[in-house]
Protein backbone atom coordinates (compact mmCIF):
# COMPACT_ATOMS: atom_id res chain seq x y z
CA UNK A 1 0.00 0.00 0.00
CA UNK A 2 1.16 3.51 -0.64
CA UNK A 3 1.73 5.95 2.05
CA UNK A 4 2.45 9.96 0.97
CA UNK A 5 4.82 12.11 2.39
CA UNK A 6 3.33 15.67 2.64
CA UNK A 7 6.27 17.30 2.98
CA UNK A 8 8.02 16.13 -0.58
CA UNK A 9 4.36 15.63 -1.84
CA UNK A 10 5.57 11.99 -3.12
CA UNK A 11 3.97 8.61 -2.51
CA UNK A 12 6.27 5.54 -1.63
CA UNK A 13 5.12 1.91 -0.76
CA UNK A 14 6.77 -0.44 1.91
CA UNK A 15 7.88 1.89 4.23
CA UNK A 16 6.64 4.15 7.16
CA UNK A 17 9.17 6.91 6.35
CA UNK A 18 10.05 8.63 3.82
CA UNK A 19 13.18 7.94 2.53
CA UNK A 20 13.77 11.51 1.39
CA UNK A 21 13.04 13.95 4.33
CA UNK A 22 12.51 10.71 6.90
CA UNK A 23 9.15 11.77 8.10
CA UNK A 24 6.21 9.72 9.07
CA UNK A 25 4.11 8.60 6.15
CA UNK A 26 0.42 8.86 5.81
CA UNK A 27 -2.75 7.72 4.33
CA UNK A 28 -4.10 9.50 1.38
CA UNK A 29 -7.33 11.04 3.28
CA UNK A 30 -5.43 12.05 6.02
CA UNK A 31 -2.47 13.58 3.74
CA UNK A 32 -5.44 15.58 2.31
CA UNK A 33 -6.19 16.62 5.78
CA UNK A 34 -3.18 17.54 6.95
CA UNK A 35 -2.21 20.19 3.96
CA UNK A 36 -3.43 22.96 5.46
CA UNK A 37 -5.75 25.12 2.91
CA UNK A 38 -5.12 28.67 1.83
CA UNK A 39 -7.54 30.89 3.80
CA UNK A 40 -9.72 32.76 2.07
CA UNK A 41 -11.07 36.38 3.01
CA UNK A 42 -14.43 35.54 3.95
CA UNK A 43 -16.95 37.01 1.53
CA UNK A 44 -19.00 40.49 2.60
CA UNK A 45 -21.99 40.44 4.45
CA UNK A 46 -25.07 41.33 2.31
CA UNK A 47 -26.97 44.13 3.37
CA UNK A 48 -29.93 42.84 5.25
CA UNK A 49 -32.65 45.50 6.24
CA UNK A 50 -33.68 45.46 9.90
CA UNK A 51 -37.78 44.74 10.53
CA UNK A 52 -38.43 48.22 11.55
CA UNK A 53 -37.04 49.64 7.90
CA UNK A 54 -39.00 46.93 6.38
CA UNK A 55 -42.24 47.81 7.71
CA UNK A 56 -41.49 51.64 7.19
CA UNK A 57 -40.65 50.91 3.55
CA UNK A 58 -43.90 49.01 3.23
CA UNK A 59 -46.23 51.50 4.79
CA UNK A 60 -44.43 54.50 2.62
CA UNK A 61 -45.09 52.98 -0.57
CA UNK A 62 -48.57 51.88 0.06
CA UNK A 63 -49.44 55.35 1.10
CA UNK A 64 -47.55 56.77 -1.95
CA UNK A 65 -49.45 53.92 -4.62
CA UNK A 66 -52.88 55.11 -2.39
CA UNK A 67 -52.32 58.52 -2.76
CA UNK A 68 -52.23 58.16 -6.50
CA UNK A 69 -55.23 55.92 -6.82
CA UNK A 70 -56.81 58.21 -5.01
CA UNK A 71 -56.30 61.05 -7.67
CA UNK A 72 -56.85 58.73 -10.79
CA UNK A 73 -60.15 57.75 -8.75
CA UNK A 74 -61.58 61.09 -8.19
CA UNK A 75 -60.09 62.16 -11.54
CA UNK A 76 -62.76 59.46 -13.33
CA UNK A 77 -65.77 60.33 -11.15
CA UNK A 78 -65.26 64.21 -12.23
CA UNK A 79 -65.13 62.93 -15.79
CA UNK A 80 -68.13 60.35 -15.50
CA UNK A 81 -70.54 61.27 -12.57
CA UNK A 82 -72.81 64.10 -13.16
CA UNK A 83 -72.94 64.54 -8.90
CA UNK A 84 -69.42 64.14 -7.68
CA UNK A 85 -69.73 64.82 -4.08
CA UNK A 86 -72.76 62.32 -3.85
CA UNK A 87 -70.93 59.45 -5.21
CA UNK A 88 -68.33 59.94 -2.26
CA UNK A 89 -71.02 60.06 0.36
CA UNK A 90 -72.70 57.12 -0.67
CA UNK A 91 -72.12 53.66 -0.09
CA UNK A 92 -70.78 53.08 -3.31
CA UNK A 93 -67.41 55.29 -2.48
CA UNK A 94 -67.09 53.91 0.66
CA UNK A 95 -66.71 50.94 -1.28
CA UNK A 96 -64.20 52.76 -3.64
CA UNK A 97 -62.15 54.16 -0.76
CA UNK A 98 -62.15 50.51 0.71
CA UNK A 99 -61.22 48.63 -2.00
CA UNK A 100 -58.43 51.13 -2.76
CA UNK A 101 -57.10 51.25 0.75
CA UNK A 102 -56.75 47.11 0.63
CA UNK A 103 -54.70 46.86 -2.55
CA UNK A 104 -52.43 49.47 -1.45
CA UNK A 105 -51.98 47.91 1.96
CA UNK A 106 -51.56 44.42 0.25
CA UNK A 107 -48.52 45.97 -2.36
CA UNK A 108 -47.16 47.15 0.98
CA UNK A 109 -47.64 43.56 2.98
CA UNK A 110 -46.04 42.12 -0.12
CA UNK A 111 -43.15 44.05 -0.24
CA UNK A 112 -42.19 44.52 3.10
CA UNK A 113 -42.79 40.59 3.77
CA UNK A 114 -40.97 38.99 0.61
CA UNK A 115 -37.87 37.33 1.92
CA UNK A 116 -38.63 36.74 5.44
CA UNK A 117 -39.57 34.75 7.87
CA UNK A 118 -42.86 35.69 9.56
CA UNK A 119 -44.95 37.26 7.08
CA UNK A 120 -47.85 37.96 8.88
CA UNK A 121 -46.34 40.33 11.45
CA UNK A 122 -44.74 42.05 8.81
CA UNK A 123 -48.27 42.49 6.74
CA UNK A 124 -50.09 42.92 9.89
CA UNK A 125 -48.16 45.66 11.01
CA UNK A 126 -48.42 47.56 7.69
CA UNK A 127 -51.84 46.80 7.49
CA UNK A 128 -52.12 48.54 11.47
CA UNK A 129 -49.65 51.77 10.23
CA UNK A 130 -51.74 52.53 7.10
CA UNK A 131 -55.18 51.46 8.61
CA UNK A 132 -54.16 53.90 11.87
CA UNK A 133 -53.27 56.82 8.99
CA UNK A 134 -56.38 56.18 7.20
CA UNK A 135 -58.55 56.92 10.04
CA UNK A 136 -56.90 59.80 10.88
CA UNK A 137 -56.89 61.27 7.79
CA UNK A 138 -60.59 60.61 7.25
CA UNK A 139 -61.37 61.93 10.89
CA UNK A 140 -59.13 65.07 10.05
CA UNK A 141 -60.91 65.70 6.65
CA UNK A 142 -64.51 66.07 8.27
CA UNK A 143 -65.98 62.33 8.74
CA UNK A 144 -68.47 61.67 11.42
CA UNK A 145 -66.15 60.63 14.46
CA UNK A 146 -69.38 57.90 15.35
CA UNK A 147 -69.17 56.16 12.23
CA UNK A 148 -68.55 52.70 13.12
CA UNK A 149 -67.31 51.42 9.54
CA UNK A 150 -64.19 54.17 10.42
CA UNK A 151 -63.21 51.80 13.00
CA UNK A 152 -63.67 48.78 11.55
CA UNK A 153 -61.69 49.14 8.76
CA UNK A 154 -58.56 49.22 10.38
CA UNK A 155 -59.08 45.85 11.26
CA UNK A 156 -60.02 44.92 7.74
CA UNK A 157 -56.68 46.17 6.47
CA UNK A 158 -54.54 44.75 9.30
CA UNK A 159 -56.25 41.06 8.77
CA UNK A 160 -55.80 41.46 4.79
CA UNK A 161 -52.13 42.94 5.31
CA UNK A 162 -51.31 39.88 7.52
CA UNK A 163 -53.07 37.28 4.59
CA UNK A 164 -50.82 39.23 2.32
CA UNK A 165 -47.60 39.03 4.49
CA UNK A 166 -48.05 34.88 4.73
CA UNK A 167 -48.72 34.63 0.47
CA UNK A 168 -45.47 37.00 0.51
CA UNK A 169 -43.18 34.44 2.47
CA UNK A 170 -44.86 31.55 1.02
CA UNK A 171 -43.89 32.82 -3.18
CA UNK A 172 -40.91 34.80 -1.90
CA UNK A 173 -39.42 32.60 0.84
CA UNK A 174 -36.25 33.46 2.82
CA UNK A 175 -32.76 32.22 1.79
CA UNK A 176 -32.44 28.84 4.36
CA UNK A 177 -29.12 28.42 6.38
CA UNK A 178 -28.75 24.88 6.74
CA UNK A 179 -27.19 23.43 9.90
CA UNK A 180 -25.34 20.47 8.59
CA UNK A 181 -22.66 18.19 10.64
CA UNK A 182 -19.98 17.51 9.08
CA UNK A 183 -18.89 13.89 9.01
CA UNK A 184 -15.84 11.71 10.86
CA UNK A 185 -13.12 11.82 8.09
CA UNK A 186 -11.59 8.79 9.35
CA UNK A 187 -15.10 7.37 7.98
CA UNK A 188 -15.00 8.06 4.41
CA UNK A 189 -17.57 5.43 3.37
CA UNK A 190 -20.09 6.32 0.90
CA UNK A 191 -22.48 4.82 3.34
CA UNK A 192 -22.64 8.00 5.60
CA UNK A 193 -24.03 10.52 2.43
CA UNK A 194 -27.16 7.76 2.06
CA UNK A 195 -30.43 9.32 3.06
CA UNK A 196 -32.39 7.44 4.80
CA UNK A 197 -36.07 6.52 3.23
CA UNK A 198 -38.77 9.32 3.90
CA UNK A 199 -41.09 8.50 6.62
CA UNK A 200 -45.22 8.31 5.62
CA UNK A 201 -45.88 12.43 5.88
CA UNK A 202 -49.51 11.63 5.96
CA UNK A 203 -51.53 14.05 8.01
CA UNK A 204 -54.74 12.73 10.13
CA UNK A 205 -57.89 14.63 10.03
CA UNK A 206 -58.43 16.61 13.41
CA UNK A 207 -62.44 15.66 13.80
CA UNK A 208 -63.07 17.21 17.06
CA UNK A 209 -61.22 20.76 15.45
CA UNK A 210 -63.26 20.87 12.48
CA UNK A 211 -66.52 20.13 14.30
CA UNK A 212 -65.37 23.52 16.91
CA UNK A 213 -64.37 25.64 14.27
CA UNK A 214 -67.72 25.04 12.13
CA UNK A 215 -69.70 25.65 15.55
CA UNK A 216 -67.38 29.29 16.02
CA UNK A 217 -68.18 29.92 11.71
CA UNK A 218 -71.97 29.12 12.29
CA UNK A 219 -72.06 31.15 15.06
CA UNK A 220 -70.23 34.08 13.86
CA UNK A 221 -72.61 34.34 10.50
CA UNK A 222 -75.68 33.72 12.76
CA UNK A 223 -75.10 36.39 15.71
CA UNK A 224 -72.95 38.73 13.36
CA UNK A 225 -75.74 41.14 13.36
CA UNK A 226 -76.61 41.24 16.93
CA UNK A 227 -73.05 41.53 17.89
CA UNK A 228 -73.36 45.07 15.90
CA UNK A 229 -76.11 45.70 17.41
CA UNK A 230 -74.77 45.47 20.35
CA UNK A 231 -71.69 47.73 19.50
CA UNK A 232 -74.17 50.25 18.88
CA UNK A 233 -76.11 49.75 21.86
CA UNK A 234 -73.39 49.77 24.96
CA UNK A 235 -71.09 52.41 23.31
CA UNK A 236 -73.83 54.94 24.57
CA UNK A 237 -74.31 56.47 20.78
CA UNK A 238 -70.41 56.71 20.55
CA UNK A 239 -70.77 54.16 17.32
CA UNK A 240 -73.33 54.11 14.77
CA UNK A 241 -74.04 54.08 11.42
CA UNK A 242 -75.19 56.08 8.53
CA UNK A 243 -77.29 54.02 6.46
CA UNK A 244 -78.72 50.58 6.09
CA UNK A 245 -76.24 49.04 3.34
CA UNK A 246 -73.50 50.26 5.70
CA UNK A 247 -75.07 48.53 8.35
CA UNK A 248 -75.13 45.16 6.43
CA UNK A 249 -71.74 45.93 5.15
CA UNK A 250 -70.39 46.22 8.79
CA UNK A 251 -72.49 42.90 9.96
CA UNK A 252 -70.98 40.99 6.93
CA UNK A 253 -67.41 41.99 7.70
CA UNK A 254 -68.08 40.50 11.09
CA UNK A 255 -69.37 37.33 9.72
CA UNK A 256 -66.11 37.18 7.95
CA UNK A 257 -63.98 37.42 10.48
CA UNK A 258 -65.78 34.77 12.02
CA UNK A 259 -65.44 32.70 9.81
CA UNK A 260 -61.91 32.88 8.58
CA UNK A 261 -61.48 32.60 12.76
CA UNK A 262 -63.02 29.29 13.09
CA UNK A 263 -61.35 27.97 9.59
CA UNK A 264 -58.26 29.03 11.14
CA UNK A 265 -58.78 26.99 14.53
CA UNK A 266 -60.09 24.23 12.29
CA UNK A 267 -56.45 24.26 10.50
CA UNK A 268 -54.29 25.36 12.96
CA UNK A 269 -51.20 23.08 14.20
CA UNK A 270 -52.73 19.99 11.82
CA UNK A 271 -50.15 20.34 8.85
CA UNK A 272 -52.90 20.16 6.92
CA UNK A 273 -54.84 23.46 7.19
CA UNK A 274 -56.72 23.44 4.01
CA UNK A 275 -58.29 19.89 4.16
CA UNK A 276 -59.64 21.65 7.64
CA UNK A 277 -60.66 24.76 6.62
CA UNK A 278 -62.42 23.05 3.35
CA UNK A 279 -63.97 20.49 5.74
CA UNK A 280 -65.04 22.71 8.72
CA UNK A 281 -66.52 25.50 5.63
CA UNK A 282 -69.07 22.40 4.44
CA UNK A 283 -69.97 21.69 7.41
CA UNK A 284 -70.53 25.62 8.21
CA UNK A 285 -72.46 25.95 5.24
CA UNK A 286 -74.63 23.17 5.80
CA UNK A 287 -75.12 24.83 9.82
CA UNK A 288 -75.76 27.81 8.08
CA UNK A 289 -78.21 26.65 5.22
CA UNK A 290 -80.18 25.14 8.36
CA UNK A 291 -80.13 28.39 10.27
CA UNK A 292 -81.38 30.24 7.32
CA UNK A 293 -84.65 27.03 6.94
CA UNK A 294 -85.40 27.47 10.90
CA UNK A 295 -85.34 31.09 10.51
CA UNK A 296 -87.46 31.07 7.20
CA UNK A 297 -85.65 33.97 5.65
CA UNK A 298 -82.07 34.52 4.85
CA UNK A 299 -79.43 36.31 7.29
CA UNK A 300 -78.08 39.38 7.33
CA UNK A 301 -74.41 38.30 5.93
CA UNK A 302 -75.91 35.83 3.97
CA UNK A 303 -78.56 38.28 2.66
CA UNK A 304 -75.51 40.67 1.83
CA UNK A 305 -73.73 38.23 -0.04
CA UNK A 306 -76.43 37.17 -2.25
CA UNK A 307 -76.75 40.59 -2.83
CA UNK A 308 -73.28 41.10 -4.38
CA UNK A 309 -73.99 37.71 -6.58
CA UNK A 310 -76.99 39.08 -8.22
CA UNK A 311 -79.02 36.57 -6.41
CA UNK A 312 -80.58 38.75 -3.91
CA UNK A 313 -84.00 38.68 -5.43
CA UNK A 314 -83.96 34.61 -4.74
CA UNK A 315 -85.88 33.05 -2.16
CA UNK A 316 -83.05 31.83 0.00
CA UNK A 317 -84.65 28.24 -0.43
CA UNK A 318 -84.13 28.82 -4.28
CA UNK A 319 -81.26 26.23 -5.52
CA UNK A 320 -79.29 28.91 -7.26
CA UNK A 321 -79.51 31.00 -3.42
CA UNK A 322 -78.33 27.49 -1.87
CA UNK A 323 -75.44 27.60 -4.08
CA UNK A 324 -73.86 30.99 -3.59
CA UNK A 325 -74.81 30.78 -0.02
CA UNK A 326 -72.97 27.70 0.75
CA UNK A 327 -69.99 28.77 -1.97
CA UNK A 328 -69.30 31.74 0.08
CA UNK A 329 -69.22 29.81 3.60
CA UNK A 330 -66.94 27.20 1.51
CA UNK A 331 -64.75 29.45 0.33
CA UNK A 332 -64.10 31.22 3.52
CA UNK A 333 -63.29 28.25 4.87
CA UNK A 334 -60.64 27.30 1.85
CA UNK A 335 -58.86 30.51 2.94
CA UNK A 336 -58.85 30.63 7.15
CA UNK A 337 -57.87 27.23 7.20
CA UNK A 338 -55.09 27.89 4.92
CA UNK A 339 -54.21 30.67 6.50
CA UNK A 340 -54.54 29.19 9.73
CA UNK A 341 -52.37 25.91 8.99
CA UNK A 342 -49.94 28.45 7.39
CA UNK A 343 -49.34 30.73 10.73
CA UNK A 344 -49.63 27.81 13.05
CA UNK A 345 -47.59 24.76 11.62
CA UNK A 346 -46.96 21.40 13.52
CA UNK A 347 -43.68 21.24 15.23
CA UNK A 348 -40.64 19.67 12.69
CA UNK A 349 -39.86 16.04 13.25
CA UNK A 350 -36.39 15.82 15.80
CA UNK A 351 -34.47 15.39 13.13
CA UNK A 352 -35.28 18.43 11.07
CA UNK A 353 -35.24 21.32 13.84
CA UNK A 354 -31.30 22.40 13.04
CA UNK A 355 -32.24 23.85 9.85
CA UNK A 356 -32.72 28.10 10.49
CA UNK A 357 -33.29 30.67 8.45
CA UNK A 358 -30.21 32.85 7.59
CA UNK A 359 -31.84 36.39 6.97
CA UNK A 360 -33.43 36.60 10.75
Known amino acids: MQLFCPKCQAAHAGTQRCPRCGGLLLLPHEATAAVAPVPLEPAPEPPAPTPLGRVVAGAVLALGLYLGLRKLAMGVVLAAHPEPDALWNS?????VVGGLQIVTVIFGAVLAAAGRMGGFVFGATVGAVCGALFLGAELVA????????LYLQPLVLVAVGGVAGVFATRVWGAVPALD??????HKLSSLRFAVAPPEGSGRPTAWARVLVG?????????CADQVRKGAQRYSDGALKVGTVGQARFITWQVAMLGLLGGAGLAGANTGAGTRHGLLAGGIAGVGVLGATA???????????WLDKLSLGELAPTEPAAVAGALMGVVLAGLVGGWLGGSLFQPLAPEGMRGFRSGTD
Open 91 to 95: FDGLL
Open 142 to 149: GAPARDLV
Open 180 to 185: MPVPDR
Open 214 to 222: AALMVASVA
Open 294 to 304: ARGEALVPVAF
